[in-house]
């Protein structure tokens, strides 16, 4: 848990009846199925934690009020919602911690085992629902931290385990899934997630010596034509998130300015990933490194420590070759490590 804890204060024009109004319509089939405990959960979520997903007004009220409505109707993505909203408890309330972080996981695991049949038959009626809960994992494993993940095989668990799963976000964004989430309920969330892309392509380059160091790395200790033109695209996106993270002042940048990395890397890359290959490993710590530019993000807080414990899978010569470019990365995103 993070030493220091820092209060979450609800924008001035909430109050506590943006829940009632939320459950008013649906409030049999909710209270049917859900106690008082798992309702204040929910308060919680609207009125704070959504928040905290986006320095975006419009996709804070999307998270606000649309996603629990949609919620309603799909228990899966209720108790996502809850979970995440018992993580966050758990980092402001430090003598109930251990309550809420245990709550949260068990939360959780009902949110996992009611997903993973509607996983198995993606439909366009099921998506939206799926994608939301795609997301809310994404935080969640995030907000959990570098340790071990329910529902995930031990061989994907850990620091790099929260990757494997974003990806699984992906295959919602292959057609037909696209048109259908851009035109309903979450379209708000694809406008803006559009507009921010549009901008990390037109930022101005940084020339990142960190990243200049870590592709003469790459250039010296790989051999694999094929392997070494994956990295060198992964690192060219990595380039990119970088430009617009550093380019902009603190407070002003996205998550999604630094994840949408995930979603433009070639899949090959994570292949190699999931193989500790040790280049993809120096490319992933580099970019765990820009991950602690959020560290003011109560879900994000916890990532240098995650660097440290991958660094020992890579210690060959190739660690020794990169290890420079990745302590400068990290330098430069404030969290000083001692590689």
């Known amino acids: ?35 008082v405990k798992h309702m204040k959960l929910l308060h919680h979520f609207t009125i704070f934690t959504a928040s905290t997903l986006s320095n975006n007004s419009k996709v804070q009220e999307v998270w606000r009020m649309t996603v629990p409505r949609l919620s309603f109707s799909t228990h899966f993505v ?13 980092y402001l309330e430090e003598d109930q911690a251990q309550h809420h972080w245990s709550r949260g996981i068990e939360l959780f695991q009902k949110a996992l085992d009611g997903a993973k049949p509607a996983m198995q038959h993606i439909t366009e009626d099921n998506c939206t629902s799926l994608y939301l809960f795609s997301m809310l994992t994404c935080y969640f494993v995030l907000a959990r931290g ?31 899934y696209p048109t259908i989430l851009r035109s309903g309920p979450l379209g708000v969330m694809f406008e803006v997630g559009e507009q921010r892309a549009l901008l990390l392509d037109s930022t101005r380059r940084i020339e990142c ?37 550093y380019e902009q002042p603190r ?32 490319i992933f710590l580099c970019f765990a490194a820009l991950i602690r530019q959020l560290h003011d993000t109560w879900w994000a807080r916890d ?24 302590h400068s990365m990290a330098e430069k995103a404030n969290s000083y490590v001692d590689f």
């Open 146 to 176: 570098y340790e071990y993940i329910p529902g995930v095989d031990e061989g994907e668990g850990g620091v790099l385990g929260w990757i494997f799963l974003f990806q699984g976000t992906k295959t919602l964004l292959t057609a037909p």
């Open 209 to 245: 010596e960190a990243l200049g160091m870590l592709r003469e790395a790459l250039q010296r200790e790989v051999s694999d034509v094929q392997e070494m033109e994956v990295y060198a695209e992964a690192v060219r996106h990595l380039q990119l998130s970088y430009n617009i993270v």
């Open 251 to 282: 407070g002003l940048y996205e998550g999604t300015d630094v994840f949408i990395w995930l979603f433009r890397t070639p899949p090959e890359y994570f292949n190699l990933l999931k193989r500790r290959r040790p280049a993809s490993l120096a």
């Open 1 to 35: 848990m993070a030493a220091s804890r820092k209060p979450v204060h609800s924008p001035a024009n909430l109050t506590t009846q943006s829940t009632d109004s939320l459950l008013q319509s649906d409030h049999s089939l909710i209270i049917g199925a859900f106690g």
């Open 303 to 326: 990532w240098g420590e995650g660097i440290i414990k991958i660094r020992g899978r890579a210690t060959d010569g190739f660690w020794k070759s990169c290890r420079a470019s990745i």
């Open 78 to 90: 209720l108790y996502a919602i809850l979970a995440l909203a018992s993580l966050h408890l758990a």
